[in-house]
Each structure stands twice: as structure tokens, then as C-alpha cells.
């Protein structure tokens, strides 16, 4: 099964900073990594898929890149509804596996 | 509007059974994949099981492989789970996600999602 390592587990950062989360797979997936977002107590929300495609509604200041082993999601200017936890996913084969998650929470 | 509303959960015996529904609405529901994912109290998603938009097609995860059994019937629009033998370890809010495709392939990923329902396995 592949492995996903999110980096950090958790992040402190204040509305308007640039922050940047890290995902890395235990092998190549090409760009089959799809990132989602979740609030306490609901269900997540898919942000972004195939590691830089946009999900439509998603707002501009979220970005993804990378390919093959690592994978980022940054979001340039923090707004108070981004304060969630983050969880990238591959979809390059089953079973499907998440990042631990990484809980971007208000400095 | 897309709607996916999970429901069945409840409290089992360990070794138990219970079989989990998810009604669709707003799309096409034959057109499109199925998954479900789960989230033990405080912990991250875990995936549990995929199947193609014709049912012809099912994935699991290996911690359910086995025990657990995905279907769906396109003319309910409905997807289920029927989770047999089931363990502590399986308590978890369970999460009925569509998915972007028609099969499980490369580019899936799962764009709308329900509220979750809550399966405690307790003695």
C-alpha cells in the first residue's frame, strides 16, 4: 500500500500569513494526489484534485503543485474560514490512502 | 443540488453486523463512483471501499477486507455497506462520498460528501 506522510502535523499561523503544507507518498504517483479540507464537525471538502486542478467554488489563494513523490498545498493569504484540518489523498491505486492530516490552527 | 445522506449506524456487539445506506440525489448516481471513508473519534479519514458507477467493480481496504461487503442499486439510487464481524477498531463516523468518475481510475477524487453516520462496536 502506498503511504502518505503529511508535514507539519500541525501549524500555528496568523490571518494574511502564506503557509504551506507538505505531502509525501512512499512511492511515484505521478499527480494522482487530490487535497480536501474539513471543519470540526462536518464533512471534508475536496480543494484541489490531481495535484493542481482547482475544484470549482474553491477560492484562488489555495494552490497545489508537485508530482511523483511530493506535494504541496499552499494557500497565500490566510482568511479566518481557513483554519481547518487538511488532508491530501492518492488516487494512483487502491487502496486509497489520506495524510495523517494537518491541523492549521490560529497563532 | 447534490445530496448524499448516510444513515444505519448505530451501536453492535463486536462480532456483530449492521448495514449502512446512503441515499443519492442530484446527479446521475449510475454515472458516477461511490466510496465510503471513515473517521474513528479524533483521527484522521481512513478509506474503507470503492465501487464502479455500474456496480461491476469493488475496492476495499485490506483492515476491512473480507468482513466488509459494498454494493449499490442504481434504480434507489443507493449505495450500501454491510459491515459483518465487525471490531472496536471499526467504531467510526462513516462518510458516503460520490466520486469524480465512472470507474475507480487514476484521477478520482470524491467531490461531495454526506454528514456521516456513527458506528460504535461495544460489548
Known amino acids: 500500500d502506498i503511504q502518505m506522510t503529511q508535514s507539519p502535523s500541525s501549524l500555528s499561523a496568523s490571518v494574511g500569513d502564506r503557509v504551506t503544507i507538505t505531502c509525501r507518498a512512499s512511492?511515484?504517483?505521478?499527480?494522482?494526489l487530490n487535497w480536501y479540507q474539513q471543519k470540526p464537525g462536518k464533512a471534508p471538502k475536496l480543494l484541489i484534485y490531481?495535484?493542481?486542478s482547482f475544484q470549482s467554488g474553491v477560492p484562488s489563494r489555495f494552490t497545489g503543485s508537485g508530482s511523483g513523490t511530493d506535494f504541496t498545498l499552499t494557500i497565500s493569504s490566510l482568511q479566518p474560514e481557513d483554519f481547518a484540518t487538511y488532508y491530501c489523498?492518492?488516487?494512483?491505486?487502491?487502496?486509497?490512502?489520506f495524510g495523517q492530516g494537518t491541523k492549521l490552527q490560529i497563532k | 443540488e447534490v445530496q448524499v445522506l448516510e444513515s444505519g449506524g448505530g451501536l453492535v456487539q463486536p462480532g456483530g453486523s449492521l448495514r449502512l445506506s446512503c441515499a443519492a440525489s442530484?446527479?446521475?448516481?449510475?454515472?458516477?463512483?461511490m466510496s465510503w471513508v471513515r473517521q474513528a473519534p479524533g483521527k484522521g479519514l481512513e478509506w474503507v471501499s470503492a465501487?464502479?458507477?455500474?456496480?461491476?467493480?469493488?475496492y476495499y481496504a485490506d483492515s476491512v477486507k473480507g468482513r466488509f461487503t459494498i454494493s449499490r442499486d442504481n434504480s434507489k439510487n443507493t449505495l450500501y455497506l454491510q459491515m459483518n464481524s465487525q471490531r472496536a477498531e471499526d467504531t467510526a463516523l462513516y462518510y458516503c462520498?460520490?466520486?469524480?468518475?465512472?470507474?475507480?481510475?487514476?484521477?478520482?477524487?470524491?467531490?461531495?460528501w454526506g454528514q456521516g453516520t456513527l458506528v460504535t462496536v461495544s460489548s
Open positions: 462520498a460520490k466520486a469524480t468518475t465512472t470507474q475507480i481510475v487514476l484521477v478520482t477524487a470524491f467531490d461531495y
Open positions: 442530484g446527479f446521475t448516481f449510475s454515472s458516477y463512483a
Open positions: 465501487i464502479s458507477g455500474s456496480g461491476g467493480s469493488t
Open positions: 512511492q511515484s504517483i505521478s499527480t494522482y
Open positions: 490531481a495535484a493542481s
Open positions: 489523498q492518492q488516487s494512483y491505486s487502491t487502496p486509497y490512502t
